[in-house]
């Protein structure tokens, strides 16, 4: 469905924030499947787009969600490909997008930590 529209910039950008805070929202609320449906819109636009800081970002929320709904294998998947992405794109992202993913790396540290001592 998202594959087949033709995007603007700024219709893009504006797009793809409503996406991520849609789903950051909903996720907030405890509405999983909700937030699961935009935060995979908005990673399908990344991907269509080649949007790595997109991609990024989805990735850091949808550990957040798989966490909450303790899916820890993929809430664990997520934030390392975030950090895989910063790692071979990110030199000139800005410092908010990288600390996001930093934290989202040391939630899923600390989990799999956890899990290893129980």
Request: proline share 1%; charged share 25%.
């Amino acid at each position: 469905m998202l594959e087949n529209v033709e995007l603007n910039s700024n219709t893009y950008r504006r797009k793809v924030d409503a996406l991520l805070t849609a789903g950051a929202a909903n996720l907030g609320s405890s509405k999983y499947s909700t937030a699961l449906g935009h935060l995979d819109a908005a990673l399908r636009l990344a991907h269509v787009y080649a949007d790595k800081v997109v991609e990024a970002l989805a990735c850091c929320n949808l550990s957040s969600l798989y966490y909450q709904v303790r899916d820890d294998e993929k809430g664990a998947f997520y934030p390392m490909k975030a950090e895989s992405l910063m790692v071979r794109y990110g030199e000139n992202w800005d410092t908010k997008t990288q600390c996001t993913i930093m934290i989202s790396m040391a939630v899923a540290e600390r989990k799999v930590s956890d899990l290893m001592t129980h």
